[in-house]
């Protein structure tokens, strides 16, 4: 298994920013208890507990940054090094908390605070082939079959579903190459869904590590009632 000897600094973001407009209920969903704690101090205690960490940075919404510090300081997350308001779209979360990493850090991670499953070995994983190649996503294979649509919901064509893949966080990118993807995006920025989309556009190479189907992103109640299952099952091994 692989361990945090010999593996770069990193800086950890963590976004956070989202309103949660898909879950209800108005609440920040990683506000919300999840099997015993809440979702954001599942990310926070993973990461401070990853030896390749340094520093962690959090993006939450203007009106938040208190209840994040609060949370932080609760569950004793010591390496972090900023809470700062996100932006309009994730992406304008991203560089703002970018704009609060330290110089020292070789490799800059950024992480959905809505995927609470993350495992260790996964994040030593996607830190070490970003060390390796430059940039690196944890990714899963689908098990659909895809159809591409065209505009009136038709059938356009069957993808191939062996060279599909599930986009996940962490995405770990020397940080070098994150800042120039984020200096050069242009309006291009609003419209990205992930870091790696602006990495691509550079012509860097990003490597696909392949995680686990449990890594899902909260996004409707659905999702609470199956990680909160998953992390029970998890506790009690």
Known sequence: MLTEQGLPDT????????????????????????????????????????????????AVAADEVDAARALAEKYAINKMRAIVAGGECRAFSVRNALAHAGEGCPLIAVHDAARPLLLMEHLLLVIETAARTGAAILAAPLKETVKQARGD?????????????????????????????????????????????????????????????????????????????????????
């Open 11 to 58: 800086t950890a973001i963590i976004v956070a920013a989202g309103r949660s407009a898909r879950m209800g209920g108005g609440e920040n969903k990683v506000f919300r208890e999840l099997a015993g704690k809440p979702v954001l101090a599942w990310s926070l205690e993973l990461l401070q507990n990853c030896g390749a960490v340094r520093e962690i940075i959090i």
């Open 153 to 237: 919901k038709t059938v356009a064509a069957t993808l191939d579903r062996s060279l599909l893949y599930a986009a996940q966080t962490p995405q770990v990118f020397r940080a070098g190459i994150l800042r120039r993807a984020y200096a050069e995006a242009g309006g291009k920025l609003a419209r990205a869904t992930d870091d790696a989309a602006l990495v691509e556009m550079l012509g860097q190479a990003v490597s696909i590590v392949e995680g686990g189907y449990e890594n899902i992103k909260l996004t409707t109640p659905e999702d609470f009632a199956v990680a909160e299952a998953i992390l029970r099952r998890r506790l009690a091994i």
